[in-house]
């Protein structure tokens, strides 16, 4: 399974952004989705997960600007960040569980990852 992140970039504070994520193979409208940040010298942070079902879960950090969603026809998973802050400034990665779990938060319940699309923004 191989996911590919884009969307990334440089955007002014207050301005919008939309990551994609495609995922390759049959099994996408099974799997749990995330997107994860991480910026220099932190720990990778949740941001986002979308379950198989659509139930959607954030980081209180973005809740109410980020909407994550998903496409199971084009086996892609977005992310809309609106009033983007600096503190926004990451790098996002996208990741893909193939089980149920409690958390979903935590980066070790995702079995596959995309790499990174950074995201800056601009004070």
């Known amino acids: 399974v191989q996911l590919q992140a884009s969307g990334g970039g440089l955007v002014q504070a207050g301005g919008s952004l939309r990551l994609s994520c495609a995922v390759s193979g049959r099994a996408f409208s099974t799997y749990g989705m995330g997107w994860f940040r991480q910026a220099p010298g932190k720990e990778r942070e949740f941001v986002a997960s979308i379950r198989w079902n659509s139930n959607t879960y954030y980081a209180d950090s973005v809740k109410g600007r980020f909407t994550i969603s998903r496409d199971n026809a084009k086996n892609t998973v977005y992310l809309q960040m609106n009033s983007l802050k600096p503190e926004d400034t990451a790098a996002y990665y996208c990741?893909?569980?193939?089980?149920?779990?409690?958390?979903?938060?935590?980066?070790?319940?995702?079995?596959?990852w995309g790499q990174g699309t950074q995201v800056t923004v601009s004070s």
């Open positions: 990741a893909a569980r193939r089980t149920l779990v409690v958390d979903i938060a935590t980066p070790k319940a995702y079995d596959y």
